[in-house]
């Protein structure tokens, strides 16, 4: 189970989310949904989370990402000991590739 508490605003959020079918209908949606910096933000997380899962290094990831090694620190913990939503979404795209 998820550590983050669940609540009727989220579940909507997430349904919301699921409900979306393509790419160009996922950048609508965030494109209303976050602030530029928000979605790059997430972009870059989920490229390191990648890079961590590839065996990268610290210093390659932080010059391809821009992100702080507090950060990737952070995102390499979730991959670790998280509640494995990185792992489980890289699964799914490696099985895609």
Do not use: H
């Not at 189970?1 to 909507?12: A, G, H, L, Q």
């Not at 996922?26 to 910096?37: H, I, K, N």
């Not at 950060?71 to 490696?94: A, M």
């Amino acid at each position: 189970m998820p550590s983050m508490r669940r609540d009727e605003k989220t579940d909507y959020l997430f349904k919301a989310i699921l409900s979306l079918k393509t790419t160009d209908e996922c950048y609508a949606f965030f494109d209303d949904l976050c602030t530029v910096a928000e979605l790059q933000e997430m972009s870059k997380r989920m490229m390191a989370a990648k890079m961590l899962a590839d065996n990268c290094i610290y210093n390659e990831i932080v010059e391809k990402t821009g992100l702080s090694t507090a950060t990737i620190s952070r995102v390499n913990r979730c991959l670790k000991y998280g509640s494995d939503g990185y792992r489980l979404i890289l699964d799914r795209l490696q099985k895609e590739e």
